[in-house]
């Protein structure tokens, strides 16, 4: 007749089984660490409250910015930007003459703030660029997708910023923050932020895959608490890029974290600024949302490539066609 008894654990299997409480007791207090940060914010947006908001601003507020002076400080907020599968040497190098020549050409204008390319480009572009106050930025961490090895991130951002990159975009771990792993979410953000050291770092949150502004006040203020120096709407590649609404919910999470911490975040809307007036739009809900100490082109970027051609051509009343 078969038959079970309690077998007393060994004292190995004791050691064991107090290790692996005590690595749970550790992971929930890291989980802890990240919900008692979120819980210090109201992440329960209302998403009717955010459009009538914006509504109201794109109603009352946009046509006074709609000046020359503005769109000057939107040409000098510009990332220029060149993310192709056909991207090569010679394109790269054709758009950085471009820039170099751009202040014989237009004496009048500010140039664009940052030309922004594959990490494969920072070297040649870190060479042939000759514009004092041009940064030079790169997507790295697996672009657009961040799905790859933390290892591989780490090398790729690694090897770029000692190619001569000064700013850095990565994206957000996706997956993981809809998985609710906050805890992966901040540690490969901390991680590449450590890699970057003085360089800036941007968070790509791809705000259209996030599933509501609630979700994108999340990722913004854990992005924020993790190292980013910037949060960035969009990669530009998936279904669509900044909206006016989701711009105005990641204004106001880096507001409250400024409140909160006194730490100053900045922004860049990227991907679907199509016109001069989308660009105006979002210069307004940043001006009535965070206000005049974000209005440089330090704390404020377009990501972009069409429009510093329109741009160009509203300031100067003639079609332009130089980038």
């Not at 494969?120 to 697996?142: H, Y």
């Not at 901040?186 to 941007?202: A, F, N, P, R």
């Not at 502004?213 to 999340?218: A, D, G, I, M, T």
């Amino acid at each position: 007749m078969a038959y079970t008894k309690d077998i007393e654990p060994s004292g190995k299997q004791q050691g064991l089984k107090a290790q692996v409480e005590a690595q749970r007791n550790a992971n929930g207090q890291e989980t802890d660490k990240y919900q008692q940060m979120l819980s210090k914010y109201n992440c329960e947006v209302d998403d009717a409250s955010v459009r009538e908001a914006v509504k109201k601003i794109i109603a009352e507020k946009v046509a006074q910015n709609d000046t020359v002076e503005v769109k000057k400080f939107l040409l000098g907020s510009v990332e220029l930007t060149s993310l192709h599968t056909t991207d090569n040497d010679e394109s790269i190098l054709a758009m950085i003459e471009k820039v170099n020549k751009f202040d014989s050409a237009y004496p009048d204008l500010p140039h664009v703030a940052t030309v922004c390319v594959y990490p494969n480009f920072a070297g040649i572009v870190n060479q042939s660029l000759e514009v004092d106050g041009v940064e030079i930025a790169v997507v790295s961490g697996n672009f657009p997708t961040s799905q790859t090895f933390l290892e591989v991130k780490v090398a790729e951002t690694a090897l770029t910023i000692k190619d001569g990159a000064t700013n850095v975009d990565i994206v957000l771990p996706v997956g993981k923050f809809l998985d609710g792993d906050y805890e992966g979410v901040c540690d490969e953000i901390s991680e590449l932020k450590q890699t970057c050291g003085s360089v800036d770092m941007k968070v790509i949150l791809e705000n259209c895959l996030l599933g509501g502004f609630s979700n994108v006040k999340k990722a913004s203020l854990l992005s924020m608490y993790a190292g980013a120096d910037y949060i960035k709407t969009s990669t530009g590649k998936d279904k669509y890029g900044s909206t006016p609404e989701d711009v105005y919910v990641m204004c106001q999470a880096i507001k409250e974290y400024y409140d909160q911490t006194g730490i100053q975040i900045g922004l860049k809307p990227a991907g679907g600024i199509n016109t001069v007036m989308d660009a105006v739009t979002l210069y307004t809900i940043v001006k009535e949302v965070l206000g005049e100490k974000w209005l440089t082109n330090k704390w404020f970027r377009l990501g972009t490539s069409r429009l510093t051609n329109l741009l160009i051509s509203e300031i100067t009343g003639k079609e332009t066609k130089w980038f």
